[in-house]
């Protein structure tokens, strides 16, 4: 096993006597400030200096991590609150973030419990407001806020301050978009600070966020900077290559040889050039992307054949790395879920080929047959335990990109003494793999605090914020490609004391790629980290327009000084120890650590928010109303209706998706959705349109999206004929829109149409068709896997009563027409197996 080892930051490890005396002559200060109780917090300079700057304008600070970001936004509140009366919101984007953060705060400030509340979606919506009246803090993930925004549970207008963590979340459609644009456009007085460690190395991304979170400053602090670097703990890195298994050898041989058959077939077909042996992910999205297009000007079965061969390649590329850089028992979690997905009414002709496949199933059958472990799994063992056995009071921190692996590595761990391992993964179930809820979350973090566990197997849903001091090591199962994930990953340890960073690589696989590009994106961010400290910029990027740049290298403190002259109003924090804080600080603090803000006259950035409107009104009165579906939320169209001046009602619709009179209700399928719902019978849309088109008088479906007839391999014939079928059978119009937004302002038009033309008021009327007896008997029996709904009637049809096909043993299951063994013995498996809840 081949070791390079390399650390960084790049400094000297910390010579423990001379730190001894450096405390001796410098005795800890603590802030002392009316909303901050006594004792608590370490004064820091660059923190000081960093909400001193946050308080005069709209500001990002880019900290390392384990620097006490949410410090500095503590302090930003604590000034603000000084400054002006109202409340201030933290978001954070994980429940187990917004705890930690709502502990903190609890914790360090002068408020009474009742005036700092958390707000989740577990609390009922009627809860939350009166919560949010009673605050003066509320912490809280951002899809919560959006969703009270949304329903007008919550008004922004007397929020003096809002703080964005992991701020760089702020893009697309992210909730944190949507919320600033409100704050900005509702509040009397905003002001906003958005934190992160890892803003990405992308000039456009930045850009981006600084405009979504209406940021005036940029605020940076590297690890190198002098007020920062005595707080900075010595972090070993160190990268351990290991060998794929020779063993493993034949099998990745032949699903190579499927990886390059279909590669000839599309080369045959003229996609691809021809002997072409490899084409990476982003190659295979761009073939994807054209071929889709070409099918936009009419149907083409050579497209068509084309389109499954790259979803093959897919399917094959991806085993083909699990099996390298993961192992032979994550190769046979993800063959499982292959062969399930194939063997499932809803499956794919591509995973049904290549589960037929010869290469793939001799792949298949030597997988069962082959006697190996992957070498990192030995690494994580070997790695862990040593760590543990010379500091039993150790926690480690161990990242898989894959769920399945979390769960192998847990189950590897809980082999070797002394470790204590538990998995941490997200929310959502997947086949065979049951998510944890946000409170089992929490718990486990508490756990994993005390020392009930000492190992933590994590997915993503751990890389952001996790504050965890006695976290000594953190290990990367396999590298990541994105220099944020992996910045994040590593400030996991290295916050209280020095720690160890160790990422597996197997030599020869994707795991080389990735760490390449990890390594270089981290350079390249670190790159533009230091432009933007000096205010500087090159052809390799620029400052955004409009945002004056922090100045970490001017005085003791970082100065903050502009390169430009920003949207300052005055004010802020900083310190004055007998040392210069800095130019342009007005706030001061003395000697034992009083923040005086009693000349801060801060009046900070107001920019409006310009909504553009869909339709222009002459007042507020005339703005039609729209009931929306609760599950509608995440689409999208409800903000780009609220935008467009459209009041919005959430609510939990029976039927339709968006009513918008008392005889108009709108059906919203995307193009995917609504293929789906042909292919799959569960979903059924006759019966969703029956319903609509049986309560309301006008029903109308919206289908959005431009790959009706290139999403899924139907045949255009089939498509046409569903569509046919629901505007002459069923009566109801179809709309087509190309994305949310034209779908937001094709409702707007039909709300006022009816509303203000034909004096029409939204109505909530009818219910779901609740299925018949043997509807119902059929679901029981085909939620089994591998049972559709032919086969379900078949059993019913054969044995009279869902009671009596589950009493059938295996031979009498096969004597119905179409029942295998292995189908008999899946029906007996689920029927009779142990429930392991």
């Given at each position: 096993m081949e070791t390079e080892t390399r650390t960084e930051p790049d400094n000297e490890p910390f010579d423990e006597q001379s730190v001894e005396e450096s405390v001796k002559e410098h005795p800890t200060e603590f802030i002392s400030h009316p909303l901050i109780k006594p004792n608590t917090i370490e004064q820091r300079l660059f923190q000081l200096n960093l909400a001193g700057m946050s308080l005069k304008q709209?500001?990002?600070?880019?900290?390392?991590?384990?620097?006490?970001?949410?410090?500095?936004?503590?302090?930003?509140?604590?000034?603000?609150?000084t400054q002006k009366s109202g409340k201030a919101l933290i978001l954070s984007p994980t429940k187990p973030l917004v705890e930690q953060h709502a502990a903190f705060l609890k914790n360090a400030m002068n408020l009474s419990p009742e005036e700092i509340v958390v707000f989740t979606g577990s609390i009922p919506p009627a809860k939350r407001t009166e919560l949010w009246n009673d605050a003066r803090v509320v912490v809280s993930t951002p899809q919560v806020i959006e969703n009270d925004l949304l329903s007008r549970r919550i008004d922004l207008s007397d929020v003096v301050h809002i703080t964005f963590d992991e701020a760089h979340r702020a893009v697309g459609n992210y909730a944190y978009v949507y919320i600033a644009e409100k704050y900005q456009a509702l509040a009397h007085d905003p002001l906003i600070l958005g934190i992160t460690a890892s803003p990405g190395s992308n000039s456009d991304k930045i850009d981006?966020?600084?405009?979504?979170?209406?940021?005036?400053?940029?605020?940076?602090?590297?690890?190198?900077?002098?007020?920062?670097?005595?707080?900075?703990?010595?972090?070993?890195?160190?990268?351990?290559?290991?060998?794929?298994?020779?063993?493993?050898?034949?099998?990745?041989?032949?699903?190579?040889?499927?990886?390059?058959?279909?590669?000839?077939?599309?080369?045959?077909?003229?996609?691809?050039?021809?002997?072409?042996?490899?084409?990476?992910?982003?190659?295979?999205?761009?073939?994807?992307?054209?071929?889709?297009?070409?099918?936009r000007g009419g149907p083409d079965q050579m497209v068509y054949k084309a389109i499954s061969l790259v979803a093959e390649v897919f399917k094959v590329a991806h085993a083909i790395e699990v099996a390298e850089t993961q192992g032979p028992e994550a190769l046979a979690k993800y063959f499982d879920r292959l062969e399930h997905e194939a063997n499932s009414k809803s499956g794919s002709k591509a995973s049904r080929r290549l589960v037929d496949d010869v290469n793939m199933r001799h792949a298949m059958?030597?997988?069962?047959?082959?006697?190996?472990?992957?070498?990192?799994?030995?690494?994580?063992?070997?790695?862990?335990?040593?760590?543990?056995?010379?500091?039993?009071?150790?926690?480690?921190?161990?990242?898989?990109?894959?769920?399945?692996?979390?769960?192998?590595?847990?189950?590897?761990?809980?082999?070797?003494?002394?470790?204590?391992?538990?998995?941490?993964?997200?929310?959502?179930?997947?086949?065979?793999?049951?998510?944890?809820?946000?409170?089992?979350?929490?718990?486990?973090?508490?756990?994993?605090?005390?020392?009930?566990?000492?190992?933590?197997?994590?997915?993503?849903?751990?890389?952001?914020?996790?504050?965890?001091?006695?976290?000594?090591?953190?290990?990367?199962?396999?590298?990541?490609?994105?220099?944020?994930?992996?910045?994040?990953?590593?400030?996991?340890?290295?916050?209280?004391?020095?720690?160890?960073?160790?990422?597996?690589?197997?030599?020869?696989t994707k795991d080389e790629a990735y760490y390449w590009s990890s390594h270089r994106k981290e350079q390249n961010m670190n790159k533009k980290m230091r432009q933007l400290a000096s205010g500087a910029s090159d052809s390799g990027g620029r400052i955004p327009d409009g945002v004056s740049i922090g100045d970490t290298h001017s005085g003791v403190g970082g100065g903050g000084m502009s390169r430009t002259t920003g949207k300052s109003g005055g004010g802020g924090m900083s310190c004055t120890t007998g040392e210069s804080g800095g130019d342009g600080m007005p706030g001061t603090f003395d000697e034992v650590g009083n923040i005086d803000l009693s000349d801060v006259n801060n009046k900070a950035v107001a920019t409006s928010a310009g909504q553009k409107q869909i339709f222009d009104y002459d007042n507020e009165n005339e703005k039609p109303l729209v009931y929306v579906d609760q599950r509608e939320i995440r689409s999208g169209v409800a903000r780009a209706l609220d935008r467009g001046g459209v009041d919005i009602v959430l609510s939990t619709l029976e039927v339709g998706d968006y009513i918008v009179s008392d005889r108009v209700a709108i059906e919203r399928k995307t193009d995917m959705d609504f293929l789906d719902s042909i292919i799959d019978k569960e979903r059924n849309i006759f019966r969703q349109l029956s319903d609509l088109a049986r309560t309301y008088e006008?029903?109308?479906?919206?289908?959005?999206?431009?790959?009706?007839?290139?999403?899924?391999?139907?045949?255009?014939?089939?498509?046409?004929?569903?569509?046919?079928?629901?505007?002459?059978?069923?009566?109801?119009?179809?709309?087509?829109?190309?994305?949310?937004?034209?779908?937001?302002?094709?409702?707007?038009?039909?709300?006022?149409?009816?509303?203000?033309?034909?004096?029409?008021?939204?109505?909530?009327?009818?219910?779901k068709t609740a299925m018949t007896l043997k509807e119902q008997q059929e679901y029981i029996i085909s939620a089994i896997s591998n049972i559709g709904p032919s086969a379900a009637g078949k059993l019913l049809r054969h044995f009279s009563s869902v009671e009596a096909v589950m009493r059938a043993g295996t031979d009498e299951l096969m004597e119905v027409e179409s029942i295998g063994l292995k189908t008999a013995q899946r029906i007996r498996e689920v029927v009779g197996g142990k429930y392991k809840g």
């Open positions: 709209s500001t990002l600070v880019v900290l390392p991590t384990g620097l006490g970001k949410t410090i500095v936004a503590m302090l930003v509140i604590a000034g603000r609150f981006e966020v600084t405009r979504n979170l209406h940021i005036s400053s940029i605020q940076v602090r590297t690890e190198d900077d002098p007020d920062v670097k005595p707080y900075v703990h010595f972090r070993d890195l160190e990268w351990r290559h290991v060998t794929v298994p020779m063993e493993m050898k034949g099998l990745l041989d032949s699903m190579k040889k499927v990886l390059e058959d279909r590669l000839a077939q599309l080369a045959k077909l003229g996609f691809v050039a021809p002997n072409q042996k490899y084409l990476n992910k982003r190659e295979l999205l761009d073939l994807q992307s054209r071929l889709q297009g070409k099918l059958y030597a997988l069962k047959e082959l006697d190996a472990v992957h070498p990192k799994l030995e690494a994580v063992q070997e790695i862990v335990s040593e760590q543990l056995n010379k500091n039993p009071d150790s926690r480690v921190i161990i990242f898989t990109n894959y769920r399945d692996m979390s769960e192998l590595v847990t189950q590897g761990l809980e082999e070797v003494d002394g470790v204590r391992p538990v998995r941490f993964v997200g929310q959502a179930s997947k086949y065979k793999d049951t998510g944890l809820t946000q409170k089992q979350q929490v718990e486990i973090l508490d756990q994993f605090k005390s020392g009930e566990y000492n190992t933590l197997v994590a997915t993503s849903v751990a890389e952001e914020g996790l504050d965890i001091p006695a976290t000594d090591l953190v290990l990367f199962y396999e590298p990541v490609p994105s220099e944020i994930r992996s910045i994040q990953r590593k400030g996991r340890t290295g916050r209280s004391h020095a720690g160890k960073v160790i990422v597996l690589v197997a030599k020869g006008r029903p109308v479906l919206i289908i959005e999206g431009e790959n009706l007839y290139t999403g899924r391999q139907l045949h255009p014939n089939a498509i046409r004929g569903v569509l046919a079928s629901i505007v002459t059978d069923f009566g109801v119009p179809i709309l087509n829109t190309r994305d949310e937004a034209e779908t937001a302002e094709m409702i707007g038009t039909i709300a006022r149409r009816e509303q203000e033309d034909k004096k029409r008021t939204p109505s909530l009327h009818g219910k």
